[in-house]
C-alpha cells in the first residue's frame, strides 16, 4: 500500500467559510460546531425546530476533529453510562441514518494493567459493568493473547469490552453537520458569538461577528472557550484546561483490532490502515489565572491524575491577563482573535511514544509517525461534564466539560441536551450533571479521566 502524508485532512487545516448572512432569528442558537454542539443541532433539525449553529473556526477545528478517536464505556463513571450506551446505540447506526461514512466500527477497548495492583484497580469497576449489562470481561495472563500477540509479555492482565468502538474524528462530526444542515439547520462556521443579549433577565440574542440572531433560547457547547464565555455574562464554570498530543502511524499490517491503553500508551487501529497513537494519558496543564481561580475544586481531581499531570508556564497566563472578563460587543471578541485553539503537538511526548509503541509492538518499529498534532481538553473538577440550563440566566443552556471523553458520548450527548432544550424526556438523566453540584457542597468525585 503506498500513501502520502498528508492523506489525513485535517478540519482546522482548511481556508475558514464565513458566512454570507446570518438568520435573524432562530428558535435555538447552539454555540459551537463540536460533536456535542452539531449533534444537538442534528437531534433538533429532525424535529423540524429551527436551529442555527455558530462555529467561530471550522467545524470539528478543535478537540472533535483531534482525538483519539475512541467510543468507550469502559471504566466511565456511572452518571455518564445511560448516555455512552444512547450514544454507542446511535453510532451504531449513523452512517446509514446519514448516508455518510464516520469511520465507525467495533473492536473493543482494551485497559492493560502491567501489574496486579493495576489489575485490582481496574476490576473495581467490573460491578458497573454488570448494573449497565455491559460485555466488560477481565483477562489474565496466556489468555491476553488471544487480545494481541505478545499482549502476555508484558502485562498481567486486562479489562476489555467488546462492543467498544471507534470512530474517525475528521469525518465524524462534519459529516453530522452536514446532515443537520440537510435537515434545515443553519450552520454557520467563522462565525464567532461574542456575547448574548437579554430582555427582563431572559436570553433575548446573541450577538455574532456577522451580526445579531433574536431567540430565547442558546445552548453553549463551546468546549474549552465555555469557562470564558460564561464568566462574561456572570456564570462561574469551573474548567482548566490540558494539552494533549496525537501521532498518526502510517499504513502497517495490523497488530491489533480496536483502542488499547496503557498508562504510558494510548493506540487504536484507524480505517486509513495506521495506528492512532497518544502516550498514555500524560496531561500538560498551562497554569493560567483560572488555575488559581478554580484549583480548590480541582483537589480532589489533582490527587487521582498528579502522575499524568506536567505544569508549565507561559502563553496561557500571559492570555489571561491581556484578556478582559467582559467585552464590547461591537468589537472584535476573544473568540475571533484566536479563532482555532491549535497548539504545537509536544516534541518530547511523541518521541517518548514512539520509543514505547517500539517496545510494545516491534513489529511497527519500521512504520514512520508520518503526522502529528495536539489539542486541548477541558476538564470540570469530577472530570464529568455539565449538561442543565443556567439559574442566572433563563435560556441559557450549557453543555461543557467532556473532559477527554466527549467524543465517544457525543451523539448521545446531542440527543440529551435536545432534550433538555426542548423540555422533553429522552430517557436520559441528566440530574446529576447539573453546574450547581461544584458549588452546593455536594462532594467532588473524580474518577481516572481513562
Ligand atoms: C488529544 C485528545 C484526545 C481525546 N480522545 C478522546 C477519545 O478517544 N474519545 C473520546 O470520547 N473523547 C476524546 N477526547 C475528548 C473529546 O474530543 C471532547 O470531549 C469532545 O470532542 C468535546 O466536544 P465538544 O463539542 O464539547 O467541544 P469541541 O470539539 O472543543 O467544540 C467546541 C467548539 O466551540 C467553538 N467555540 C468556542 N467558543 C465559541 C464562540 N464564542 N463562538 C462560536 N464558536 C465557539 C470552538 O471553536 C470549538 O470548535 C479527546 C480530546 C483530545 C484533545
Known amino acids: 500500500m503506498s500513501e502520502s502524508r498528508d492523506t489525513v485532512s485535517k478540519t482546522w487545516d482548511k481556508p475558514l467559510q464565513p458566512p454570507d448572512s446570518v438568520p435573524e432569528s432562530a428558535d435555538i442558537v447552539v454555540i459551537g460546531g463540536g460533536i456535542v454542539g452539531v449533534s444537538t443541532a442534528w437531534f433538533l433539525a429532525k424535529q423540524g425546530i429551527n436551529v442555527a449553529l455558530c462555529e467561530k473556526g471550522h467545524i470539528a477545528g478543535e478537540q472533535s476533529g483531534r482525538n483519539w478517536g475512541w467510543v468507550r464505556q469502559t471504566a466511565r463513571d456511572t452518571r455518564e453510562m445511560p448516555m455512552m450506551i444512547e450514544s454507542l446505540r446511535i453510532w451504531a447506526g449513523l452512517a446509514d441514518e446519514i448516508g455518510e461514512d464516520v469511520g465507525f466500527e467495533r473492536g473493543g477497548c482494551t485497559i492493560m494493567a502491567r501489574t496486579q495492583k493495576e489489575l485490582d484497580a481496574a476490576a473495581e469497576w467490573m460491578p458497573v459493568a454488570r448494573d449497565f449489562d455491559l460485555d466488560t470481561r477481565m483477562i489474565e495472563g496466556p489468555a491476553l493473547e488471544t487480545l494481541f500477540t505478545g499482549a502476555s509479555k508484558h502485562w498481567v492482565g486486562a479489562m476489555h469490552t467488546e462492543s467498544d468502538g471507534r470512530a474517525e474524528p475528521h469525518k465524524a462530526t462534519p459529516a453530522i453537520a452536514r446532515a443537520a444542515k440537510r435537515q434545515g439547520a443553519s450552520i454557520l462556521t467563522s462565525c464567532a458569538v461574542r456575547g448574548i443579549e437579554t430582555s427582563a433577565g431572559k436570553v433575548s440574542a446573541i450577538v455574532t461577528e456577522h451580526g445579531s440572531i433574536r431567540t430565547s433560547t442558546v445552548l453553549c457547547a463551546a468546549g474549552a472557550w465555555t469557562s470564558q464565555f460564561c464568566r462574561s455574562i456572570g456564570i462561574s464554570v469551573p474548567q482548566l484546561k490540558v494539552k494533549g498530543t496525537v501521532a498518526r502511524l502510517g499504513q502497517c499490517d ?197
Not at 269 to 281: C, K, P
Not at 308 to 321: C, M, N, Q, T, Y
Open 254 to 450: 495490523s497488530v491489533l483490532n480496536g483502542n488499547v491503553f496503557d498508562e504510558q500508551l494510548g493506540i487504536r487501529r484507524r480505517q486509513d490502515g495506521g495506528y492512532t497513537l497518544a502516550n498514555g494519558f500524560l496531561l500538560n496543564h498551562s497554569f493560567a489565572l483560572s488555575s488559581i481561580r478554580y484549583g480548590i475544586k480541582f483537589l480532589p481531581a489533582l490527587m487521582l491524575e498528579y502522575k499524568k499531570l506536567r505544569l508549565s508556564v507561559g502563553g496561557d497566563l500571559l492570555d489571561e491577563i491581556r484578556t478582559p472578563r467582559k467585552w464590547p460587543l461591537d468589537r472584535e471578541s476573544p473568540f475571533e482573535k484566536k479563532r482555532v485553539l491549535n497548539p504545537a503537538p509536544s516534541k518530547r511526548v511523541i518521541r517518548r511514544t514512539r520509543r514505547i509503541v517500539d517496545k510494545f509492538f516491534p513489529q511497527l518499529a519500521s512504520t514512520e509517525i508520518v503526522e502529528a498534532w495536539a489539542g486541548i481538553v477541558e476538564m470540570t473538577p469530577d472530570m464529568v461534564p455539565v449538561m442543565c440550563e443556567s439559574d442566572k440566566v433563563p435560556g441559557f443552556f450549557i453543555a461543557t466539560g467532556f473532559s477527554g471523553h466527549g467524543f465517544g458520548i457525543g451523539p448521545g450527548a446531542g440527543k440529551a441536551a435536545a432534550a433538555l432544550l426542548t423540555d422533553t424526556d429522552c430517557g436520559i438523566d441528566l440530574s446529576e450533571l447539573q453546574l450547581k453540584r461544584f458549588f452546593d457542597g455536594s462532594p467532588i468525585r473524580p474518577q481516572s479521566s481513562v
